[in-house]
């Protein structure tokens, strides 16, 4: 009787370690699989069908400090004819490289532009939630004299629009990149300096 308890009770134990170890197989592979925190502006995720690159601004020297914009329409030669490459009727996303070549103490500001038609234009931007966090002291006073302090501290949060733009100084790192999805018919590039800069912009399109 001893040895069949004896018995029952090892058989017990091995379903109970078999059954942990399952499950602590199974917590580990939901860990591993949990996705990585998505940065907010980048492009919804999917295959990528075909890729073309252009060069949108080819470099440059701007002088001056009068803002200008990447030639638009963008053609370039295609076989016989000749393509409209700013046009955004076969693309899901763009890839924005930008070197910037920066006098000292000036400035050099880039950003993605998209239209319906070709003439009315807006930044491209993202949206995303900003929490703030806001203390309040107040001071409690007795017969004119403070006494105690109290600090109430409240998170508020607000939607943010940030522009797809990169901006460059003498200091900055020369070349830099953004993803962006794309929208409406038509993509350009404003560039906004301060004096002598020498920017170059190229796009690599993606499509699903």
Not at 166 to 190: C, D, K
Request: with cysteine.
């Amino acid at each position: 009787m001893e040895q069949t308890m004896k018995r029952y009770a090892s058989k017990l134990l091995m379903a109970l370690a078999a059954i942990c170890l399952i499950a602590g197989l199974a917590c580990a592979g939901a860990l591993l699989a949990r996705p990585a925190l998505a940065d907010p502006g980048a492009p919804s995720p999917g295959a990528v069908g075909t890729l073309k690159t252009y060069t949108f601004e080819p470099t440059t020297q701007i002088t001056g400090t009068t803002t200008v914009y990447s030639t638009f329409p963008l053609l370039v030669p295609a076989g016989q004819i000749t393509y409209a490459a700013s046009n955004m009727d076969n693309w899901h996303a763009a890839d924005v490289f930008v070197t910037g070549q920066v006098a000292s103490t000036k400035l050099l500001t880039v950003t993605a532009q998209l239209s319906p038609d070709g003439v009315n234009w807006a930044n491209a931007f993202y949206r995303y939630v900003a929490p703030t966090l806001t203390s309040t002291s107040v001071a409690v006073s007795h017969s004119g004299s403070i006494t105690s302090t109290t600090t109430t501290a409240t998170t508020s949060s607000a939607l943010v629009n940030q522009a797809y733009q990169l901006a460059f100084n003498s200091t900055t790192a020369s070349t830099s990149y953004f993803q962006m999805p794309v929208a409406g018919e038509w993509l350009r590039f404003q560039i906004q300096h301060t004096g002598t800069v020498t920017p170059t912009i190229v796009v690599t399109l993606r499509s699903q």
